[in-house]
């Protein structure tokens, strides 16, 4: 037979589910009510929306509650957070890709909500301890969560410039190399570059189509290859702007200054591949001696030990 605090506690999870359920059903019939009200709103798309609350429900819920809490939490950002660090944010992003708007003051919300969760998850760790953890384990949890929370916006938005820098430098040699074949066979610098950015889709090709808009609108040349440089930032890229912007100073022959370029980064990218090589021998020491020398010794070694430990 069931004790009486069994059943107690039988009917207190019973009645924490049936108000779980509850809660659940009338939240999702109000959520599909507002959907039924906007779709009702949508088909009257010819007719003006005058009341305010009218248009509040035609915008979705992202825009509606997560977009102004993640606005407030920017701005908390960029005024407790170093304007150097901020400004150095905003080159990250460029560098990275990342053009949508409002993409940095969501960056920065992340990185406050971070910094405001640590105390939670210390408190998590310390007081609650779930896991019953204690002594060295429970330190380690707590700083592996803290960095977590404070290290892990930097490191993606850093992979983010790393991973689209490595793709420039992969395809800028081909793209050098197509840019050559066009200006040899008689196009112009600009008709060459729309022809690569029309074959070559990519990283790379963007920046060129960009920096082609940016001519169009009335820029010089070299203004918009500086500009492409900073939202960029490679050792190769640099190069070849410093190049290009010479050859239009001095009037050096745009062709040859191509070639040229193509030939060093076609040499740069071999010599990489060459140092990557090298390294590969260094890197694969450190499996070698933490994980298969320690299994050769027990396999070799120990029956002699154990032999040894008997004979003794």
């Known amino acids: 037979m069931p004790s009486l605090l069994n059943i107690i506690a039988y009917l207190s999870v019973a009645g924490v589910g049936v108000s779980l359920g509850l809660g659940l059903f009338f939240l999702l019939s109000t959520l599909e009510d507002k959907a039924a009200a906007r779709d009702s709103l949508r088909q009257l798309g010819e007719l003006e929306v005058e ?36 400004e150095s944010i905003k080159a990250k992003h460029v560098q990275a890709g ?42 380690i949890l707590a700083a592996i969560g803290v960095a977590a929370l404070a290290v892990v916006p930097n490191s993606r938005l850093n992979q983010s410039v790393s991973l689209r820098q490595k793709d ?15 200006v040899e066979a008689g196009l112009g610098f600009e008709q060459a570059l729309d022809r690569v950015i029309t074959n070559v889709p990519g990283e790379l090709s963007n920046e060129f189509a960009r920096m082609l808009g940016e001519t169009a609108a009335g820029a010089a040349r070299a203004d918009a290859l500086r500009g492409m440089q900073e939202r960029i930032d490679t050792e190769e890229v640099r190069s070849f702007v410093l190049a290009m912007i010479q050859a239009d100073s001095f009037g050096v ?4 200054v191509l070639r040229g370029q193509a030939d060093e980064m076609r040499i740069k990218r071999r010599q990489l591949a060459q140092e990557k090589a090298q390294k590969a021998p260094i890197k694969m020491m450190i499996p070698m001696v933490f994980c298969v020398f320690p299994a050769l010794f027990v396999v070799i070694l120990g029956p002699a030990a154990i032999k040894i430990a008997n004979d003794l």
């Not at 949508?100 to 609650?128: D, K, M």
């Not at 420039?168 to 066009?182: F, H, K, N, W």
């Not at 022959?253 to 040859?256: A, E, H, M, Q, Y």
Request: glycine share 6%; proline share 7%.
């Open 51 to 86: 009341d305010q609350r009218d248009k509040d429900l035609l915008a979705p819920a992202r825009d509606r509650l997560i977009a102004p809490a993640m606005a407030a939490l920017g701005k908390a950002g960029n005024r407790f957070n170093p304007p150097a660090y901020v």
């Open 98 to 139: 990342i053009t949508e708007v409002g993409a940095v003051e969501r960056f920065l919300a992340i990185r406050v909500l971070g910094f405001a969760l640590i105390p939670v998850w210390l408190a998590f760790v310390f007081l609650l301890n779930p896991l019953q953890l204690s002594g060295m384990l429970q330190l």
């Open 168 to 182: 420039i430098q992969r395809s800028l040699p081909d793209v050098l190399d197509l840019l050559v074949i066009c």
């Open 253 to 256: 022959s745009i062709g040859r």
